[in-house]
Nanobody, 125 residues
Framework: QVQLVESGGGLVQAGGSLRLSCAASGRTFSSSVMAWFRQAPGKEREFVAAISRSGGLIYYADSVKGRLTISRDNAKNTVYLQMNSLKPEDTAIYYC??????????????????WGQGTQVTVSS
């Protein structure tokens, strides 16, 4: 079992920055591929970024490349999302996800078995 708790969301002006954190409980964090997804009102939950167990492989959605950075600290059981140059279209609830298996695409929300409660990010223009 993996329990996930996100934090760090808030209201920021366009061009600003935020850092999201996702703290995981349980002894399986270092065995989990971790990801961030987001869901805007009226839209499907979409992939943002993912990081392999060791942190050596990282994947991003095209819409966030060069602005958002995912990282993890296995000693602290925490995954981060550094968000720079934020745009109004980044406004969404951001969810942390974890997966233990290798099945399915790393970019697919259906591949993740564990989710946090989400944290709201609002970017004003």
């Amino acid at each position: 079992q993996v329990q996930l708790v996100e934090s760090g969301g808030g209201l920021v002006q366009a061009g600003g920055s935020l850092r999201l954190s996702c703290a995981a409980s349980g002894r399986t964090f270092s065995s989990s591929v971790m990801a961030w997804f987001r869901q805007a009102p009226g839209k499907e939950r979409e992939f943002v970024a993912a990081i392999s167990r060791s942190g050596g492989l990282i994947y991003y959605a095209d819409s966030v490349k060069g602005r958002l950075t995912i990282s993890r600290d296995n000693a602290k059981n925490t995954v981060y999302l550094q968000m720079n140059s934020l745009k109004p279209e980044d406004t969404a609830i951001y969810y942390c996800g974890a997966r233990l298996s290798e099945r399915g695409s790393i970019r697919s929300k259906g591949s993740y078995g564990y989710w946090g409660q989400g944290t709201q990010v609002t970017v004003s223009s």
